[in-house]
């Protein structure tokens, strides 16, 4: 019972930053972590970053590791995906998502809920 809307994608200039945005709706004081995942045209998707609600542990793809920050709002009913130094190879469909349970934080199947993605164009 948790809903998951993301906003903030666009078309960037590579260097620029970006900011998504990932906006949680129900059930959220059940969630374990958020995460957010990408998938470029052609594409299996793939783990960026994500966080632990309780805590605030994060975990970073190594290919975004320095560029991307994962964080939260003050109200916990935000996740938020900072970019910066962004890459054509960044371009993609960035999806937010939740688990109520994680063993593996990386793996898209430990998560419940999903948005319905941003798109994100970095041209060079």
């Known amino acids: 019972q948790v809903q998951l809307v993301e906003s903030g994608g666009g078309l960037v200039q590579a260097g620029d930053s970006l900011r998504l945005s990932c906006a949680a709706s129900?059930?959220?004081?059940?969630?374990?972590?958020m995460g957010w995942f990408r998938q470029a045209p052609g594409k299996e998707r793939e783990f960026v970053a994500a966080i632990r609600w309780t805590g605030g542990r994060t975990y970073y793809a190594d290919s975004v590791k320095g560029r991307f920050t994962i964080s939260r709002d003050n109200a916990e009913n935000t996740v938020l995906l900072h970019m910066n130094s962004l890459k054509p190879e960044d371009t993609a469909v960035y999806y937010c998502?939740?688990?109520?349970?994680?063993?593996?934080?990386?793996?898209?199947?430990?998560?419940?809920?999903w948005g319905q993605g941003t798109q994100v164009t970095v041209s060079s």
């Open positions: 998502a939740a688990a109520s349970s994680i063993v593996v934080v990386r793996a898209a199947y430990e998560y419940d809920y």
């Open positions: 129900g059930r959220i004081f059940s969630t374990y972590a």
